[in-house]
């Protein structure tokens, strides 16, 4: 059974920081590429960040980039999300995601979701 | 930072058919790029609901059902149901944000 199991999340003051993981579990780890989804409180879903499963090329969307580093341990079975200077804006359930891989591009669907870890960014 | 539109909300009694619109442009949709979709019922993870346009995975009721067509698509929900109210995001890929996916805005599905 494919299980994402997120930790790591909290409260956390503008400008810190705080380091997310993502133990995985029931499928071979490496052959996938793995995201960061975001979820505001009330609001809709948003991608922050991803990596390949070959070369471990790393994504980023726009608000995050230069913030966030996106990283993978395959031994471990484990992804990570190492976030800096946070702001307000940041707060969020953040999700790991498993994106199932096809040959064609745009034609990747995320198959897994972990259940969240709520980060909150106040003062 | 949604590119694709969602009406915010849709209801229907139960037995109804319902559609959600996902409405995107040349750059996601239009391009050819596919679409899936996801239910979140509330205070839970999202969950795949249909994948490559209109692809049911294993366990998903054939009450769902998904259609693609030029920059736009659409999930249809045929004999309502109470446990089908969720909250429901398209998703594609867009070629002008490298390494992007994107989500639509969402839509709440209420049963009356």
């Known amino acids: 059974e494919v299980q994402l199991l997120e930790s790591g999340g909290g409260f956390v003051q503008p400008g810190g920081s705080l380091r997310l993981s993502c133990a995985a579990s029931?499928?071979?780890?490496?052959?996938?590429?793995m995201f960061w989804v975001r979820q505001a409180p009330g609001k809709g879903l948003e991608w922050v960040s991803s990596?390949?499963?070959?070369?471990?090329?790393?994504y980023y969307a726009d608000s995050v980039k230069g913030r966030f580093t996106i990283s993978r341990d395959n031994s471990k079975s484990t992804l990570y999300l190492q976030m800096n200077t946070l702001r307000v804006e940041d707060t969020a359930i953040y999700y790991c995601?498993?994106?199932?891989?096809?040959?064609?591009?745009?034609?990747?669907?995320?198959?897994?979701w972990g259940q969240g870890t709520l980060v909150t960014v106040s003062s | 930072q949604s590119v694709l539109t969602q009406p915010p909300s849709v209801s229907g009694a139960p037995g109804q058919r319902v559609t959600i619109s996902c409405t995107g442009s040349?750059?996601?949709?239009?391009?050819?790029?596919?679409v899936h979709w996801y239910q979140q019922v509330p205070g839970a993870a999202p969950k795949l609901l249909i994948y490559?346009?209109?692809n049911r995975p294993s366990g998903v009721p054939d009450r769902f059902s998904g259609s693609k067509s030029g920059t736009s698509a659409s999930l249809a929900i045929t004999g309502l149901q109470a446990e089908d109210e969720a909250d429901y995001y398209c998703?594609?890929?867009?070629?002008?944000?490298?390494?992007?996916?994107?989500f639509g805005t969402g839509t709440r599905v209420t049963v009356l």
């Open positions: 998703q594609s890929y867009d070629r002008s944000l490298r390494g992007s996916r994107v």
């Open positions: 490559v346009n209109n």
């Open positions: 990596i390949s499963a070959g070369d471990g090329s790393t």
């Open positions: 995601v498993r994106e199932s891989p096809s040959n064609r591009v745009g034609a990747d669907y995320f198959d897994y």
């Open positions: 029931g499928f071979t780890f490496i052959s996938y590429a």
């Open positions: 040349s750059s996601n949709i239009g391009a050819g790029y596919d």
